[in-house]
């Protein structure tokens, strides 16, 4: 059965029409619930399965360690303040929007960081409470490990079931009247669109060309008031150029006799600022057309893993640390710990601390690089940059916060502005905090810069660290970095 659209006739100038076409309907039935439905239902999951898995991890560790009774009203209220913090924080990042949900990784990797960010937090709670003795830490452990895989694998459900629901159009949908921009000569695809999330087009117009006399919007206001008069149509969908807003604005308001929605879809180049995320400026409303590269979340579990991360560092090389000191003061004249002013986060300047290696102590306008024979390079000073140990002291910058432990290396002041003029896009390392070691470092890029082409090489694998950041690749270039060292690839 065909659900045929009558054609509605243009007038002598073509200014707007309403082609007929058909929609085949599918044998096959729809799914109860709507597209737009989906973000509701994935929370609503989330909730469910965080409530099981607290019970079935609390009944399991009962079997393990032989209780006698089980407190279920204690898990289901751990349950409850797990849920709620977890799922606030997947709220807020958009996680749960379909699009998100399609996207598998990023839905791991949000998962994965919120969970640890709620039991960490809630752990220190519970020492700061006092509220050990109420709690059982093997159950608690069993329900952190239990609910991040249950939490992982319905994500993964969900993604198929999604994909399934979009190839084969079998989400619910009520009937909508599609009003197109006439001036876009290409298809955008929407029609398609709303009919694979289930939507059934009732009618399809086109807009008066650009400039058309108020009459012509009159009429085609008129012939969709009564098109969709009396009939089961849900919504009006309007898509056009936001460049016409003026227009659009009069035409939006003589619909308002239907009691339907009206959707307004931008295309065109002004559409991508509809695409940005809003903020609420007082009475203004901004669009955020340039995001931070990291979210505030982001930022904190970076930071908690550099502050655990180097201080375990400094605590176990300790011994090394100051053996080195000790081989530093006797080969030759001069401190222990060179420092030098060197361009961080956001263009600020900080100390950098490096074992001394040189009879010299540059820091100024005038800085000259080390070069693979080089006469300022007392004899322990060769060992140490060779091994990268002269690096180690910067462990205490990335606990005083001016580096992190992963990121573009930082530069000489004098260094920096000379590849700033020289490098297109090199200030855009600056959006992150520079690191002890970095996705350049791991790939060879080590030691002097004496061209142009191994500067630019060097900010093209920092530019793609900062626009790919995830915790997993910090982690593996964490990994990899001893690895890099042994191979004293341009180390001298």
């Not at 360690?65 to 089980?70: E, P, Y």
Request: aromatic residues 8%; hydrophobic residues 45%.
């Amino acid at each position: 059965m065909n659900f045929i659209i009558r054609n509605i006739a243009a007038d002598a100038h073509g200014e707007f029409t309403a082609p007929s076409f058909s929609q085949p309907l599918r044998s096959k039935r729809k799914w109860p619930i709507r597209y737009r439905s989906v973000e509701s239902f994935a929370t609503c999951g989330d909730v469910a399965i965080i409530l099981i898995a607290s019970v079935v991890s609390t009944l399991l560790y009962r079997l393990y360690a032989d209780w006698t009774t089980v407190d279920v009203g204690k898990a289901v209220g751990s349950a409850i303040v797990v849920a709620a913090l977890c799922v606030s924080l997947l709220k807020l990042r958009g996680m749960y929007r379909p699009a998100e949900l399609l996207a598998l990784r990023r839905q791991v990797q949000a998962v994965c960081l919120c969970w640890a960010f709620v039991f960490l937090l809630l752990s220190g709670a519970v020492g700061a409470l006092n509220l050990s003795a109420e709690l059982s830490r093997g159950a608690g452990a069993a329900f952190a490990v239990v609910g991040l895989v249950m939490l992982i694998g319905y994500r993964v459900i969900m993604r198929a079931l999604l994909l399934k629901g979009l190839d084969e159009r079998k989400f619910s949908g009520g009937n909508v009247v599609l009003i197109t921009d006439q001036a876009q000569l290409r298809d955008t695809g929407l029609a398609q669109a709303l009919t694979a999330v289930g939507f059934r087009l009732a009618g399809h117009f086109s807009l008066p060309r650009p400039g058309a006399s108020s009459s012509h919007r009159k009429r085609l206001s008129a012939l969709v008031v009564q098109h969709a008069r009396g009939s089961d149509i849900e919504e009006i969908i309007v898509e056009a150029d936001p460049n016409r807003w003026s227009e659009l604005r009069e035409f939006v308001a003589e619909l308002r006799v239907l009691p339907f929605p009206v959707v307004f879809v931008p295309i065109g180049a002004a559409s991508e600022m509809f695409a940005q995320p809003t903020r609420d400026l007082g009475s203004a409303i901004g669009v955020e057309v340039q995001r931070r590269p990291l979210t505030p979340l982001e930022c904190a579990a970076k930071r908690c893993i550099d502050l655990i991360g180097a201080g375990i560092c400094l605590i176990m090389l300790a011994p090394l640390l100051g053996v080195v000191a000790i081989i530093i003061k006797l080969d030759s004249a001069g401190p222990v710990l060179f420092r030098q002013q060197r361009c961080g986060f956001n263009g600020r300047s900080f100390s950098i601390y490096k074992f001394r290696t040189m009879l010299v102590l540059e820091d100024g306008p005038s800085v000259v690089q080390a070069k693979a024979v080089d006469s300022r390079v007392t004899w322990i000073g060769k060992w140490l940059r060779r091994t990268s140990i002269d690096e180690l002291p910067q462990l205490l910058n990335v606990l005083d916060g001016s580096m992190s432990l992963v990121g573009p290396r930082p530069h000489a002041m004098a260094h920096d502005s000379q590849f700033d003029e020289a490098v297109q896009h090199y200030a855009f390392r600056r959006r992150v905090k520079p690191g002890l070691t970095g996705w350049a470092q791991i790939h060879g890029c080590r030691g002097p810069t004496p061209t142009r082409a191994l500067i630019e090489q060097r900010v093209e694998y920092d530019l793609w660290y900062i626009d790919n950041w995830s915790l997993r690749l910090d982690l593996a270039i964490l990994l990899r970095t001893p690895v890099e060292v042994l191979r004293a690839r341009n180390a001298f």
